[in-house]
Each structure stands twice: as structure tokens, then as C-alpha cells.
């Protein structure tokens, strides 16, 4: 069995691996179901673990569009792949990673809604108390 799969996972993955090996394309939700014995939503969880793994690609907006990913490539370093995309003619450029950053707390500004029950309220209640 596959490192971090479940059993049912890795069953999608050998039909998936199967079904291309044998020139077929790869094959759709529900033929993917049937022979894993399983619902097509949770073959959809699956797909989307496999993807997440490194297993599986999808192209989207295309039918059967499940694609495998050679074993060198999930484990494949940054630099590794950028050293062999620039020896085939590929211009590469590391973009830097940033973490985002949250905005600084601004002051709220007076709400509109604040204003016309002031304007429109009654002498009985009392202000409300500013925001801080």
C-alpha cells in the first residue's frame, strides 16, 4: 500500500493507474465508484486527498480529466525542478513567498444606521455609547 492513503484510496489509485496503462483515458466519477464499491461523493473526497498527496492532477473544465504524476516529481525539490526546466529551455523565476500580513485595527467609522436613530429616535432612549 501507498505511504499516507487510506485503503480505499489506494484502490482508486491502482484502478486510476490500470485504466491509463492499459491506453484507456482515466477513468470518470462513477466508473471510479463502482469498482472502489463506494459512493461518487466520497470518490470526490478521494480524488481530492489523492490530489492533495502529490498522487493525481486534474485539469479543469475537462471530462475524465484525471491525470497520474510521475513518482520523481512528488518528491522532487524546488531547485531540482528548476534546474531541470532550465536545462530544457525553460526560463524559470523563484517568485518569493510572503506570509500576509494582517491590516493594522482602524477606528470604526460612524454607521449610517447610528446616525438616523439619532436623528429619528425618540427622547426616551438614551445615546449609545461610542466604540472603542
Request: charged share 25%.
Amino acid at each position: 500500500m501507498r505511504v499516507g492513503v487510506t485503503e480505499k484510496q489506494a484502490a482508486a489509485l491502482a484502478f486510476i493507474e490500470d485504466e491509463i496503462a492499459a491506453g484507456r483515458a482515466s477513468p470518470n466519477t462513477v466508473e471510479l465508484a463502482e469498482a472502489v464499491g463506494c459512493g461518487t461523493g466520497e470518490i470526490a473526497r478521494i480524488i481530492s486527498a489523492l490530489e492533495g498527496f502529490g498522487y493525481i492532477t486534474r485539469i479543469a473544465g475537462r471530462k475524465r480529466n484525471i491525470r497520474l504524476c510521475h513518482p520523481a516529481v512528488r518528491q522532487a525539490s524546488d531547485e531540482a525542478l528548476a534546474a531541470e526546466l532550465t536545462a530544457r529551455g525553460y526560463l524559470v523565476r523563484k517568485v518569493p513567498v510572503h506570509p500576509v500580513s494582517r491590516p493594522a485595527k482602524c477606528s470604526p467609522l460612524p454607521s449610517a444606521a447610528h446616525s438616523r436613530q439619532s436623528s429619528a429616535g425618540s427622547a426616551s432612549r438614551a445615546p449609545a455609547a461610542p466604540r472603542r
